[in-house]
């Protein structure tokens, strides 16, 4: 508001409750970024433990440091080699570390699950089940969106 109708029609003077709410709204809006970081930083710390992290469907955490573990392993998991899950290769669940294995086994006991394992160096691998196949995708990219703080004053 401030920048629609103060600065582009180059009013002279801007409302004293105006420009108050809008410096609180930027502490709040800083609180709760420093905040969120903190949570993130957080969590983080927690995937230094072996084993998994495991959120429920609101994001809360539900554990961490496990190893999800079933009476019997998934028949058989498969690699999608492309975004529909179409084609597929057959893989062996033993090569794959505790992590995967536990999100293997969980996404073949909860079919609307849906898994995500973050190696060391940075891949991301998506888990889940489609029909009666566990399936993984592998190299999944994670798209950063940045929003912008504040909008950018017009230079004169």
């Given at each position: 508001m401030i920048h629609e109708e103060f600065i582009e029609s180059k009013f002279e003077e801007l409302p004293m409750d105006l420009y108050l709410?809008?410096?609180?709204?930027?502490?709040?809006?800083?609180?709760?970024?420093?905040?969120?970081?903190?949570?993130?930083?957080?969590?983080v710390s927690l995937s230094r433990v072996d084993g998994l992290i495991w959120l429920d469907s609101d994001l809360s955490l539900r554990g961490f440091g496990v190893e999800?573990?079933?009476k019997?392993?998934?028949?058989?998991v498969y690699r999608a080699?492309?975004?529909?899950?179409?084609n597929l290769t057959k893989l062996e669940m033993n090569h794959?570390?505790?992590r995967h294995r536990s999100m293997m086994r969980y996404c073949a006991v909860v079919p609307s699950g849906i898994g995500f394992v973050i190696s060391?160096?940075?891949?991301?691998?998506?888990?889940?089940?489609?029909?009666?196949?566990?399936?993984?995708?592998?190299?999944?990219?994670?798209?950063?969106?940045?929003?912008?703080?504040?909008?950018?004053?017009?230079?004169?």
């Open positions: 709410d809008e410096a609180v709204s930027s502490s709040e809006l800083e609180d709760i970024n420093n905040e969120l970081r903190g949570c993130i930083r957080f969590m999800i573990t079933t019997e392993d998934p028949a058989a080699n492309n975004t529909k899950g179409t794959f570390g505790m060391q160096d940075g891949d991301v691998r998506a888990i889940t089940t489609i029909g009666e196949r566990v399936l993984l995708w592998e190299n999944v990219r994670i798209q950063s969106i940045l929003i912008p703080r504040t909008p950018r004053a017009y230079v004169m």
